[in-house]
């Protein structure tokens, strides 16, 4: 059975970010895949997007942790914060993907803040 979007982008969270393991970029998105981000948009080949990630989990270390993950079939919106190896280094943002056949093809991305949402 397929995985669902929610299972798609979960993974790619836990396992591609958290664990660093970037060449499974090449499983769960798209070839480009589209980043959506104020004001433009960037389409990055699979190699880009391992090199891009690579480079700032082997900087930072990050972890991410979900305040919100919510999502319907296609699309699936996360908020989330991050902290990493640096002490008292985090990171809040907003995401939201779009899965299309079991792969990450779009991805929006609000401004990312220092330290982490509310509670």
């Known amino acids: 059975m397929a995985n669902t979007a929610l299972e798609i982008v979960d993974l790619y969270l836990r396992t591609i970010w958290n664990e660093g393991q970037a060449e499974l970029v090449r499983t769960y998105c798209a070839d480009p895949i589209v980043r959506h981000d104020a004001n433009g948009v960037t389409r990055l080949s699979h190699e ?25 079939d296609t699309h699936v919106t996360t908020v989330w914060n991050a902290t990493g190896k640096i002490p008292g280094w985090g990171l809040c943002g907003i995401e939201v993907f779009r899965v299309t056949d079991g792969r990450i ?15």
């Open 48 to 72: 880009e997007q391992i090199a891009r990630i690579s480079s700032q989990y082997e900087e930072l270390r990050p972890i991410f942790t979900d305040v919100v993950f919510s999502g319907d």
């Open 105 to 119: 093809t779009d991805v929006w991305n609000s401004t990312y803040m220092d330290g982490a949402w509310g509670e």
